[in-house]
């Protein structure tokens, strides 16, 4: 009984291979520079600096967290709910360990978190809870309406006094306001499509996803 216990992780997710997760962070980095010098997100740096003409160094508003990955099902150690049926489920019995490539489709930021939206294939879709997105609505009102895989994402850092679990939270704000059409400030720059929603989101659409490795495995820590 007690190994049954302690064989529930803490969460299961998919890990990128070391040199991928080197390659996202220089990505992220890139983003993040870019992002801070443009005139446009300087007209609304308010949304993260309070006081009157500061500039904001975003990469030390940002912490990083740990290894990279895409959270498929917190776990908690078999006290989250779903954490032993997941456990069990027999396909992430049959794929763990397995190697997949995640899309890694657009770049995030909003003044708690800051992220890459993975966008899942229908084979990686099959180890996504059900229940992912509707366990959100208390956070994010309406998450429950968008497609199932809709808050997957790897966490690249957090602002001060944040917990990672706020990042898909953010994505899938940002994600309710694009389906709801909400008008938006868009311009071009060199990887996609960036895209300003208010209140300090902003959205970068890659031209090209960045193609990451990824081992599906869990974590006890
Ligand atoms: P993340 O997936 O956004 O990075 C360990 O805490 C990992 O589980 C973190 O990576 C974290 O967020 C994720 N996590 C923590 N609490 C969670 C929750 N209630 N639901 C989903 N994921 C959670």
Redesign the pocket.
Known sequence: KLHEEMSIP??FGWFPFYTVQEKVKERSMNFLKTLEVLESFKKHISDFSKEEGKEVDLEQFFKA?GTL?C?TK?TDYGK?EGAKEYTENKTVEDLYGSVTELSLSALFVTPRTVGARVSLSEDQLQLWPEDAEK?AEPVVPGASTLPKGSRA?V?LGCADGI???Q??FDLLQILLLQKDGKQAEQEEIDPGTLTYYGEGRWYLALKEPISAASCFSSVYK
Do not use: R, S
Request: no cysteine; glycine share 6%; charged share 15%.
């Open positions: 803490l969460y967290k990955h959270t917190f989250a366990e994402h966490t917990q990672p679990v990042t898909g």
